[in-house]
């Protein structure tokens, strides 16, 4: 599986953003999702994960609440709908992919990754 992740950009605090990650390969539709950042400085942490179906989400307690994963299989295609951005969201956003059937927050886990996008939210 390739993952090109797009959707980034410059935003107030309060906006919103929808970062999508088209996937390439027949394996996308059995392959759990994951969304990661990494701002400057810091280590890459979770964002969220979805599962091969969508029925299943986990976000990090930061996003619980304001952000949305979410995936469209036929389009081959996962979302992170971002609302009610704040500056400390600012980061490289990735998307990766799992074989794991669990959810799982664990980027060694996650065999596929894209490259980044870049999230400014100004204050």
């Known amino acids: 599986v390739q993952l090109q992740a797009s959707g980034g950009g410059l935003v107030q605090a309060g906006g919103s953003l929808r970062l999508s990650c088209l996937a390439s390969?027949?394996?996308?539709?059995?392959?759990?999702m994951g969304w990661f950042r990494q701002a400057p400085g810091k280590e890459r942490e979770f964002v969220a994960a979805i599962n091969w179906d969508g029925s299943r989400t986990y976000y990090t307690d930061s996003v619980k609440g304001r952000f949305t994963i979410s995936r469209d299989n036929a389009k081959n295609t996962a979302y992170l709908q971002m609302n009610t951005l704040k500056p400390e969201d600012t980061a490289v956003y990735s998307c990766?992919?799992?074989?794991?059937?669990?959810?799982?927050?664990?980027?060694?886990?996650?065999?596929?990754w894209g490259q980044g996008t870049q999230v400014t939210v100004s204050s």
């Open positions: 990766a992919a799992t074989s794991y059937v669990s959810l799982t927050t664990r980027t060694g886990d996650y065999r596929h």
């Open positions: 390969g027949r394996t996308f539709s059995s392959d759990g």
